[in-house]
């Protein structure tokens, strides 16, 4: 039996186009991309992400000497807020990266720990992928993994 895995997402062609809110969040991650630690890569990626209360929390990318030790901006920035932050739910999270000649989407690690996330406090968290002028916009991280890992 063949079946078909669709999903709806939002495309911006240009961030000013964005809810004042995620445009807001959008800037705060490019922001975040300077405190990223990337001297092997020289790709800097930032991640920001709104809490229920309309805290801001922020993230970047760390690299080690000692590949892969090293961790991506968005699980950063969730397992910081999942130790520091835990009854105060991520509503949305957006990423950024420099250089950004495209958008930036999350490695399939990070969209199973969003999945994750989003699972430990009941209820979804919207993800702005920015670059390159553009955005693209999903109401769920669980769009983003599909057959998702369950233990």
């Not at 999903?7 to 975040?32: C, I, K």
């Not at 520091?84 to 999270?93: R, V, W």
């Not at 009941?122 to 991280?141: H, K």
């Amino acid at each position: 039996m063949e079946k078909q895995f669709r999903f709806d997402y939002e495309h911006y062609a240009a961030l000013s186009a964005l809810p004042e809110a995620d445009r807001r969040l959008v800037s705060e991650a490019e922001q975040a991309t300077a405190r990223a630690y990337a001297p092997y890569s020289k790709f800097r990626v930032g991640a920001a992400a709104r809490l229920r209360s309309g805290r801001i929390l922020h993230g970047g990318n760390i690299e080690s000497e000692v590949f892969p030790a090293g961790l991506c901006a968005e699980r950063t920035l969730l397992f910081h807020a999942a130790a520091n932050c835990a009854d105060d739910p991520i509503e949305s999270l957006a990423i950024a990266s420099e250089p950004s000649e495209r958008e930036c989407y999350p490695c399939g690690q990070c969209r199973q720990v969003l999945v994750d996330t989003e699972r430990r406090q009941g209820s979804p968290i919207r993800v702005i992928m920015s670059g390159g002028g553009t955005a693209s916009v999903v109401d769920t991280a669980e769009k983003l993994l599909p057959f998702t890992f369950i233990l």
